[in-house]
C-alpha cells in the first residue's frame, strides 16, 4: 500500500493530504494496531532535528515532558533560548467536537511564526464538523475519537494513543472537545494536555458547562465579569490546575451570544500566547504545584 492509502486510513476523510518534497530527509514509519478487534493503521514523517544546549541563567522546575518517559527535573535556561533559530519545534494535537475557532487561530499562529510549533494532527469526536472539514482543507489529518455508535470508526483509546506517538506529538490542546480525556491519555502525557474554558474557572465549569450554557449561567448569577481560562487536564472535568486566565466585563444588557463573541476574542489571544508558552519551554511550576508562565522579554518575570 502507497502512502496515500495509509494516510486514508489514519485520517476519517477519504482523501489524503498531499505529499510534499520535505527540505529535510524524512523517514516513514507505520504503526498498526495489535488489538485483533480494530484494524486502524497510523503513519507519520520525521524530519532529522538537533537541539542546541541551554544555557545557564537561573534553575526553575520546568515543563520539560513529552512523553511519559521524560519527567520533570530542575532545567536551567536563558531568554535567548526562546529565539535560539534550532529551538525544536514542537508537534502538537489539537482536540475539537465544533467549529474549531480555537484550533484555526493557534495553526494560523504557526504557520506566521507567533508560536514555536506545528499542529501535525485533529481528534474530532465529529467527522463533519467544522474544526475536522478546516483540517482536511489544510492537509491535516484528522482522527476519530471515541468509537461510538454514531461513530463507528472511531479509536479505541490505546489505538489513539498508539497513533499520536506515531505522530511524535509532544502536547495536546484541547479546543472545545466535549468529550472526557481517558486516564491512559492523561498518564501517557502527564502535565502536557492544555484545555480552554470560557468562564473564570472554578465558577461555572464542570460536567454539563460548555459553549452557550455558560454564558446564560453567567448572565443569569449576576456576575459583574466572566472571561477565558486555560487550565492542565487531569481526570475530570475543568479541575485541572489553572494556568493564564482573561478578564472581560458582563454587561447590564448582555445576552449570552454578546458575552460569547466577547470571551472568545480574548479565548483566540489567550491560547496563541499560552502554546507559545508551552512550545518554548516557559512554562514552570511553584513547589506547591501551581504552573507559572514566564515572560519572553525577561524571564525573571512572569506574563
Not at 534553575?59 to 533559530?85: I, M, Q
Request: glycine share 8%; charged share 20%.
Amino acid at each position: 500500500m502507497d502512502c496515500r492509502g495509509l494516510l486514508s486510513g489514519l485520517c476519517s476523510n477519504s482523501t489524503a493530504p498531499a505529499i510534499k518534497a520535505p527540505q529535510n530527509p524524512l523517514f516513514l514509519s507505520l504503526y498498526r494496531s495489535s488489538s485483533s478487534s480494530s484494524s486502524c493503521s497510523a503513519v507519520c514523517f520525521k524530519t532529522l532535528k538537533s537541539v542546541s544546549p541551554t544555557s545557564v541563567k537561573a534553575s526553575f522546575k520546568r515543563l520539560g515532558c513529552v512523553k511519559s518517559t521524560e519527567k520533570l527535573g530542575n532545567a536551567v535556561f536563558d531568554e535567548e533560548d526562546y529565539k535560539n533559530p534550532e529551538l525544536q519545534r514542537k508537534k502538537l494535537a489539537v482536540f475539537v467536537s465544533g467549529g474549531g475557532s480555537n484550533f484555526k487561530s493557534i495553526h494560523q499562529a504557526c504557520l506566521q511564526g507567533s508560536v514555536h510549533g506545528d499542529v501535525v494532527v485533529l481528534v474530532t469526536n465529529k467527522h463533519d464538523c467544522g474544526g475536522a472539514e478546516y483540517a482536511r482543507n489544510k492537509e491535516i489529518p484528522v482522527i476519530l475519537f471515541p468509537r461510538t455508535k454514531d461513530e463507528p470508526d472511531g479509536l479505541s483509546p490505546s489505538d489513539l494513543l498508539s497513533a499520536l506517538r506515531e505522530f511524535d506529538v509532544d502536547f495536546i490542546l484541547l479546543a472545545g472537545y466535549l468529550k472526557l480525556i481517558p486516564v491512559e491519555l492523561i498518564q501517557a502525557y502527564p502535565k502536557c494536555i492544555l484545555n480552554i474554558h470560557p468562564s473564570l474557572l472554578p465558577a461555572f465549569g464542570g460536567k454539563g458547562y460548555y459553549g452557550m450554557k455558560v454564558h446564560k449561567a453567567v448572565i443569569a448569577s449576576g456576575a459583574r465579569y466572566s472571561g477565558a481560562t486555560i487550565h492542565f487536564v487531569d481526570q475530570h472535568y475543568d479541575t485541572g490546575r489553572i494556568l493564564a486566565q482573561r478578564v472581560v466585563p458582563v454587561l447590564a444588557n448582555d445576552t449570552a451570544e454578546e458575552l460569547a463573541a466577547r470571551v472568545l476574542r480574548e479565548e483566540h489571544q489567550l491560547y496563541v500566547e499560552v502554546t507559545a508558552a508551552l512550545c518554548e519551554g516557559r512554562i514552570i511550576w511553584r513547589e506547591d504545584g501551581v504552573p507559572l508562565i514566564l515572560s519572553r522579554e525577561n524571564p525573571n518575570e512572569y506574563s
